[in-house]
């Protein structure tokens, strides 16, 4: 078992001490840094059976710390220093205690949760589900100190202390840069549940081992199984994954930030944007750079994580075009990913490529959408939601503008595209 309490120091190991963290917060029901006097006897009576009066207790921890008890409870401090007290009383018989607590709340030898507390073995599409959410919310409200209806950092950073790896999770997704966030507030309480479902869409099972961290599981009596539901058909999505494609300095980012992340500004970059559509979908972007090195490790794992592919290209750079076509080529032998070509920097002179845009897009029935293409959203968006509804022989084309997923369908003859189809491709 790992070491919980140093005999020579006479005091709780880091380790102990970041469990004792997790175990104070999950009892704090409001958005005070306090655990109140009844927040307090409710945790002492479920571990330890203690029918000591509250104020006999309180009056014992301000004895050895007098910066551990408020009138309305008790801090942290104070919450630690009343198992110092147990430990140095009967450091064995409160030792055998303790890691029946810890136990309970999940821990191994090594006082980290099992992996049996936030593990799934569905191998389904999953999404969040209704119990998680509410219980997000919560959350939020619970770190939102002054009830502005966002978080900003140093809460984020409150949110995110009971988490044992020492940082935000969603930093690794480029946040804050990732989502819609204002620099003097922070994020919504609707930033804040896209980050939540991108974090489940791209890692399932470090999101499920986060969620039972900030105590999911026993904030509410549900199992990490309640976290997320089955999606069985495509129709019932909410989340959907882009992926950006083109070269250097071709506009990527740009194109990401002014659907998802706008208030940020032109140097604070991201490889992943998260934000929603006009009917409440979820759509991560994802860029990817490079690509002409590595396309052959691209291609194997494409379709698992993607729903389109948007090909960007420069108008003001001569070589910018031939870049995606390459790269289309590769994806198009790969597999039948819908894809569209976006043209960028609109108001820069438009140089001639090495090869034809016009052309090619044709030849591989690809629209080319203008970066600022805003007026198709709704059509588009079902058309994509219910694809498999269609008679589809072969995907040839999506886009997302302003966070919308656009499909484009070849079917049996163009004939039977419909007038929306024939409409869009006439336009570009």
């Avoid at 551990?68 to 009383?89: A, D, Y």
């Avoid at 604070?268 to 991560?284: A, D, E, H, M, W």
């Amino acid at each position: 078992m790992h070491t919980v309490w140093d005999r020579q120091g006479n005091c709780f190991s880091e380790e102990a001490i970041n469990v004792f963290t997790r175990l104070y917060q999950l009892h704090k029901k409001s958005n005070s840094d306090i655990l109140s006097n009844e927040e307090f006897l409710d945790f002492l009576k479920i571990n330890y059976n203690l029918t000591e009066s509250i104020k006999t207790i309180k009056r014992n921890i301000r004895r050895e710390c007098v910066r551990g008890v408020v009138n309305e409870g008790i801090t942290l401090r104070g919450f630690i220093t009343f198992h110092e007290m147990m430990m140095n009383q009967n450091t064995s018989d409160c030792l055998e205690s303790l890691w029946k607590v810890f136990r309970r709340y999940g821990y191994n030898d090594q006082l980290f949760l099992c992996e049996s507390y936030y593990t799934s073995t569905v191998s389904e599409y999953i999404e969040l589900d209704n119990a998680a959410e509410d219980f997000l919310l919560r959350r939020f409200d619970l770190y939102d100190s002054n009830n502005s209806g966002y978080l900003d950092d140093q809460e984020m950073e409150n949110y995110f202390q009971i988490y044992p790896y020492g940082k935000n999770p969603f930093t690794s997704y480029g946040y804050p840069y990732c989502c819609s966030y204002i620099e003097e507030v922070g994020i919504s309480k609707i930033a804040y549940i896209h980050l939540w479902k991108m974090f489940l869409h791209m890692d399932p099972a470090s999101m499920l081992k986060c969620l039972s961290y900030i105590g999911f599981q026993n904030d509410t009596g549900l199992t990490i199984r309640s976290a997320y539901k089955i999606i069985e058909s495509p129709e019932k999505r909410s989340v959907f994954n882009g992926i950006v494609i083109g070269s250097n300095e071709c506009g990527k980012s740009t194109f990401c930030r002014k659907l998802f992340a706008e208030n940020s500004s032109d140097t604070c970059n991201s490889l992943y944007y998260v934000g929603n559509t006009p009917t409440n979908k979820i759509v991560i972007l994802q860029e990817e750079n490079y690509l002409r090195d590595n396309i052959d490790n691209f291609e194997e794992g494409l379709y698992n994580r993607c729903d389109f592919v948007f090909l960007l290209y420069d108008q003001s750079n001569r070589y910018s075009f031939e870049f995606i076509s390459d790269i289309y080529e590769h994806i198009k032998v790969a597999r039948d990913i819908p894809c569209v070509v976006v043209k960028t920097k609109n108001d820069l002179p438009e140089i001639e490529q090495t090869m034809s845009p016009k052309t090619f897009t044709k030849s591989n029935r690809l629209p080319i959408i203008p970066a600022n293409e805003v007026d198709v959203i709704e059509k588009l968006v079902n058309l994509a939601i219910n694809k498999k509804r269609w008679p589809i022989k072969r995907i040839i084309g999506t886009t997302l503008l302003f966070g919308c997923a656009y499909a484009f369908y070849y079917m049996d003859g163009m004939d039977h595209l419909g007038d929306f189809y024939k409409d869009l491709m006439d336009d570009y």
